[in-house]
């Protein structure tokens, strides 16, 4: 099994993926250990003083004026577990638990929190044995962090609370950690602040969405040049030069994507040949490179934030290398929150241009010859008119889920925490138009193979022909008469979900950008 070490200089997406979707194993370098083994000598000593220090030796928030005398200390960092651990609503997935509790333990490592080796190592101790947290949808303002998701997650180092166990079966995390031989922590001064206050959950969603993302945006690329294919446009529009004169990284990536997998096409270049001769392709075909290489810069920006965060260690107070202990504001999500909204805004453009694409190939008057709806005897069969309906639909919901969620800053603790960034809501929709964004292409991808089927005669490209003869393989079905189409378009979703249409193109075209 891959191992995953972690150190004191953060991590990278490759490794966040590998522990959330893959399982790996969870290593503590000698460097993190030792690290964390300083800081922690370091809040004992300020634990040991009568002055108060912030989350040491005081209560939180809005209630740190108070000093906590040493007999209580280890009472407030359960009870701080215990009350912030208040999420309700659905179970989150899987995946973003595991990132979630893995960026945690990664900021833990860096040595600038004071929690002791033996904690952190639990944290690994509890992601190894496949042991996962129950975390609700709502309790995170973004802002002290994901304080309720890292709450439930903390609660189950504590060997309290409910857990998923490794067979699925959710289960007393006490039991499951018995189980598992791993002991409970019995938290110390600042060690049950340090484990809650990070922006983990809404980092761990930034990552998994900007690799589901970069698949997504390659197969965008892919189903516009079937439609443009379908639709007997013109691959002029791609050429190199005219990119070159406004030299966005992204859509001259796009624009070489497409022009690869419309190379050796006897589909374009027929405006001409037409009773109706078009002078140029709508927007949505010509422009495709323009909007979807927009996104792509979208993305950039986002990598690179990401990158930085993955590099922080996030938590109120830090230890500093001179021995201090210095309350800040790094657990604030702005950074991520942004970034998430801007995602997500480009996500529903794209799929809203692909969703004008597809109805044009089933508009007989705007299509070029090809039959209504791609029906196969239009009026008796209806085609593929509802399976447009659908994708309306789902772009529909992506323009609701582009309204930022950082722009609604809401006061919280007594006006203390007065400004927060919703972060966390910010990356929850964005997984959700990731998923509709899933969907849309998928079923552009469905009209497109099955409109260049129906140019009998003219010979697609030989990645277009790889691209329809891996769909078929997978269960999307061709032309024909009207059928139960739900299975079809679910067959469609897995296929593009699983970057089977990348896979298939790529043989041909060499890796796209």
């Excluded at 992601?127 to 997650?153: F, K, Q, W």
């Excluded at 997998?261 to 009773?275: I, M, N, Y």
Aim: glycine share 10%; hydrophobic share 45%.
């Amino acid at each position: 099994m891959h191992t995953v070490v972690v150190g004191t200089s953060g991590t990278t997406a490759e490794d966040v993926i590998a522990v959330a979707r893959g399982n790996a194993r969870i290593e503590l370098s000698g460097e993190a250990l030792d690290a964390l083994a300083r800081a922690r000598e370091i809040v004992d000593a300020l634990a040991a003083k009568p002055e108060p220090v912030y989350g040491v030796s005081t209560g939180f928030g809005a209630l740190a004026s108070r000093h906590i005398s040493p007999e209580l200390r280890a009472q407030l960092q359960r009870n701080i577990v215990r009350s912030h651990a208040a999420g309700m609503g659905p179970r989150v997935e899987r995946e973003v638990v595991r990132a979630l509790m893995f960026l945690r333990l990664k900021t833990v490592a860096s040595g600038h929190t004071g929690v002791r080796p033996s904690v952190a190592q639990t944290m690994a101790d509890v992601l190894n044995a496949g042991i996962t947290p129950v975390v609700h949808e709502y309790g995170s303002l973004g802002c002290s962090g994901d304080l309720a998701p890292l709450s439930h997650c903390a609660l189950t180092l504590m060997g309290e609370g409910d857990a998923e166990g490794p067979d699925g079966v959710v289960r007393p995390a006490g039991e499951l950690l018995a189980e598992a031989g791993i002991q409970p922590v019995e938290l110390k001064e600042k060690e049950g602040l340090a484990l809650l206050n990070g922006t983990d959950g809404m980092l761990g969603m930034l990552v998994m969405a900007l690799a589901d993302l970069d698949k997504l945006y390659k197969s965008a690329d892919i189903t516009a040049a079937l439609t443009l294919e379908a639709l007997l446009g013109t691959e002029k529009v791609l050429a190199p030069e005219l990119h070159a004169i406004r030299p966005h990284p992204g859509q001259g990536a796009s624009a070489a994507n497409m022009a690869a997998v419309l190379k050796g096409s006897g589909l374009t270049g027929h405006f001409q040949e037409e009773s109706a001769p078009r002078v140029q392709d709508a927007y949505s075909v010509r422009c495709a490179p323009q909007v979807a290489g927009a996104g792509r810069d979208t993305m950039a920006h986002a990598a690179l934030v990401a990158s930085r965060e993955l590099a922080s260690a996030v938590d109120n107070p830090v230890v500093l290398p001179d021995g201090r202990v210095e309350s800040n504001g790094n657990f604030h999500g702005a950074p991520v929150a942004y970034v998430l909204d801007f995602l997500a805004i480009a996500a529903a453009d794209l799929g809203s241009i692909a969703e004008r694409r597809t109805d044009r190939l089933l508009d007989k008057n705007r299509s070029h010859g090809l039959p209504p709806f791609l029906a196969d005897d239009a009026g008796v069969d209806s085609g593929l008119m509802i399976a447009q309906y659908t994708q309306a639909a789902l772009v529909s919901e992506m323009k609701r889920l582009a309204v930022p969620a950082s722009a609604d800053s809401i006061p919280s603790s007594a006006m203390q925490e007065d400004h927060v960034s919703m972060g966390w809501s910010a990356a929850r929709k964005l997984r959700t138009a990731v998923d509709n964004l899933t969907r849309i292409i998928a079923i552009e991808m469905y009209a497109a193979t099955r409109a260049i089927e129906l140019r009998h005669g003219l010979t697609p490209a030989p990645a277009s022909r790889a691209a329809i003869a891996a769909a078929r393989a997978a269960g999307v079905e061709g032309p024909g008469p009207d059928r139960f189409l739900a299975p079809d378009l679910a067959a469609a979703d897995a296929f593009v979900r699983a970057g089977g249409l990348v896979a298939a193109v790529e043989p041909v075209t060499g890796p796209l950008a």
